[in-house]
């Protein structure tokens, strides 16, 4: 048990028979009245956000989340099939639970997979990846004082934007979370 005082970012809880990860929290005492504490809660099964006040003594159960590293092996049709490299166990995700978090990752990169209660809910790839581009328009010499950007299609079918200097066949860093490149390799 975890008592409202005691709420910090990212912290998992069981609330209203649901499973909810703290993802902003503010404490506020009132002139007049008692204290409480203001949270956004990000349900982590559907990925809906709800704002919750408590009173700083109640108590929520803490969720347990496993994470765990697993191979992403292939896609077969809308399954898309992942290894546990310590013990060789496979399993098979539908598309509906992967949605478009494997857009950055090759076949046989590691991922975390995210489960609670032995039920997948996400999957969480790599912060940084490094594929190569094998679609944009060329690069022509000077192009770099704009910051201007064009798009291009990476090795995974990704689209990314990318500065206008980058070319055809070179290897880039892209940040998972948003999206962005950020460098060439």
């Not at 990212?10 to 028979?17: F, P």
């Not at 982590?44 to 347990?64: H, L, S, W, Y």
């Not at 997979?113 to 990846?129: K, R």
């Amino acid at each position: 048990m975890i008592s409202a005082g005691d709420f910090r970012n990212g912290i998992t809880i069981e609330y209203e028979g649901n499973v909810y990860q703290i993802v902003e929290f503010q404490h506020v005492k009132p002139g007049k009245g008692a204290a409480f504490v203001r949270t956004k809660l990000k349900n982590i099964i559907n990925g809906g956000v709800v704002e919750k006040t408590f009173r700083p003594t109640e108590k929520c159960p803490q969720a347990r989340i496993d994470r765990k590293d697993m191979q992403y092996l292939y896609a077969d049709g809308d399954l898309f099939n992942f290894m546990d490299t310590e013990t060789y166990d496979q399993i098979a995700l539908n598309s509906e639970t992967v949605g478009d978090t494997l857009k950055f990752v090759k076949e046989n990169e590691m991922v975390k997979i995210c489960s609670y209660n032995g039920s997948v809910f996400a999957i969480e790839p790599p912060l940084f990846v490094e594929l190569e581009i094998t679609d944009t328009e060329p690069g022509f010499k000077g192009d770099t004082a704009t910051g201007a950007t064009k798009p291009a299609i990476v090795e995974t079918g990704a689209k990314v934007m990318v500065p206008l200097f980058v070319n055809q066949g070179e290897k880039i860093k892209i940040d998972t979370r948003t999206g962005e490149y950020l460098s060439r390799v």
